[in-house]
């Protein structure tokens, strides 16, 4: 029986971390690695038989930590990249991710993923160990640079301008107060649950509390951006991209009789970024990824908090105050793209160590060819049916042939895919490996 080396990348939202974590699996697999890719539900429920490898987690939160603890008393080697720490540029925000965490966390990973050397420094001021702490910058940001968003998202951009033609995209994001999951109490709950507020400390009450009322502003703001704009860019459509939290039919209804304005939740948000004319959002990771893509982004920021301050999109896109504000700003850069605005990131290095030249795929890789890494017979255990919920398949189905033809794409930059297979382990869930290795 072969021996491999095993890399497990799981996944929770498809749109977020599908592209990104299959283009670091290229290059796990061009330097002997074996991958494991796909839904976590079913490699969290099957830790303990698995073959001993190393796993990547998505998050520090005590919902993935119960998880990360077991990997690593079944054997494993476990790393972990916080995504939420991603959008923040300043030890406010991230204090209000990492504050409430159970420190154990940091005990059950032998690494921890940075984003920057910002992300590193904090953890260390709060006795995290140097030796712990790798900064490789964000996956996310890799497949947005030239010459390689092209090959996952070329296609995609030429199918939604020839459907839609010229038009203004709206990246939404209210998890608070449109959630598909539940009430404001019901994600007070989850954020109870994982760690995020605290029940016992009024100040991380009222914290959570701000929030709601943050969104309830910015939402106000983009009702009122589209009906203006739909009056005012008639030459144009108006997309609405609410978050995959989102309950799409509360926004769908609310805009279903206005002619040009279009209600899509449809894969990746990158390529439906790189075809608008402009983006708008209200303090969205979005308008970061937007000024990577070249797309200029105008952020709406009509109640000013420690959020909205440390959002690293708000330092690099045009910032108004509200709807009306960034209707005048698209018309005043409409006529005119050598005057667009664009500011300099090179500063922001130290928040994404991969904003310009760095890669966080070579960085991971590289730093992973290291780690003594034991190869294993592969045995497999038999996955039962998992018995998903329906917002969990929602937030990740992959099927085979979507995984052949995507891997087809990223292999064709470097590798031979007639070397390599891909064998279906469960719903949603693959294991991929050189032939005869």
Same mark, same amino acid.
């Given at each position: ?13 498809k749109d ?14 061009d ?28 998050s ?10 077991q ?8 790393l ?9 540029a300043g ?9 409430l965490l ?14 920057g050397?910002?992300?590193k ?18 996956l ?16 995609k ?10 038009? $203004?995209?709206? %990246?939404? @994001? &209210? ?6 999951i539940?009430? *404001?109490?019901h =994600?007070f709950?989850?954020y109870?649950?994982?760690g995020?507020?605290?029940?016992a ?20 703001e ?33 805009f ?12 990746s948000?990158v ?9 708008i ?18 952020? $709406?920021?009509? %109640?000013? @908090? &420690? ?8 330092? *690099?896109n045009? =910032? ?6 960034a209707i005048s ?11 667009m ?17 760095n ?7 590289k ?13 497999f ?8 919920k329906p ?6 189905f ?33 294991? $991929? ?5």
């Amino acid at each position: 029986m072969n021996s491999y080396k095993i890399i497990y990348l799981p996944i929770e939202l498809k749109d977020r971390e599908f592209d990104a974590k299959l283009f670091l699996a290229t290059s796990l697999l061009d330097k002997g690695f074996s991958v494991v890719i796909g839904q976590q539900w079913a490699i969290y429920q099957a830790l303990r038989d698995l073959p001993k490898g190393v796993i990547l987690f998505k998050s520090l939160n005590k919902i993935s930590s119960s998880a990360a603890i077991q990997a690593k008393n079944f054997g494993h080697i476990t790393l972990a990249q916080e995504e939420e720490s991603l959008p923040f540029a300043g030890n406010k925000s991230l204090d209000s991710i990492f504050t409430l965490l159970n420190i154990e966390i940091f005990d059950s990973l032998d690494y921890v993923l940075c984003n920057g050397d910002l992300e590193k420094k904090y953890h260390e001021s709060k006795g995290i160990k140097s030796g712990k702490l790798i900064t490789v910058g964000n996956l996310r940001i890799d497949i947005l640079k030239k010459g390689i968003r092209e090959v996952f998202f070329k296609d995609k951009v030429s199918e939604i301008k020839k459907r839609f033609g010229k038009y $203004i995209l709206i %990246n939404t @994001n &209210f998890g608070f107060v449109n959630a598909t999951i539940g009430s *404001v109490d019901h =994600i007070f709950n989850i954020y109870v649950q994982a760690g995020l507020t605290n029940p016992a400390d009024q100040d991380s009450v009222n914290e959570f509390n701000d929030l709601v009322n943050w969104e309830l502003s910015n939402l106000k703001e983009i009702r009122d951006f589209v009906r203006l704009a739909s009056e005012t860019f008639k030459s144009h459509n108006i997309i609405i991209r609410p978050h995959p939290a989102e309950n799409i039919m509360a926004i769908e209804n609310e805009f279903k009789n206005i002619k040009n304005v279009y209600v899509i939740r449809d894969g990746s948000h990158v390529p439906w970024t790189m075809g608008a004319d402009f983006l708008i959002h209200t303090s969205c990771t979005t308008g970061f990824e937007a000024r990577i893509l070249e797309t200029t982004a105008i952020s $709406i920021v009509s %109640n000013n @908090n &420690f959020l909205s301050q440390d959002m690293i999109s708000n330092k *690099v896109n045009i =910032i108004t105050k509200n709807s009306v504000e960034a209707i005048s700003k698209i018309l005043e850069y409409s006529d005119s793209e050598s005057n667009m605005p664009r500011k300099d990131i090179v500063i922001y290095e130290p928040i994404i160590d991969n904003i310009l030249e760095n890669c966080a795929q070579e960085k991971i890789v590289k730093f992973i060819e290291k780690i003594n890494l034991i190869s294993n017979e592969i045995n497999f255990p038999k996955f039962p049916d998992t018995e998903r919920k329906p917002f969990q398949i929602q937030k990740c189905f992959i099927s085979l042939h979507e995984i052949e033809n995507k891997i087809k794409k990223i292999f064709g930059m470097k590798l031979n895919i007639n070397e390599y297979k891909i064998e279906t382990l469960t719903d949603s869930l693959f294991f $991929i490996t050189k032939e005869n290795s």
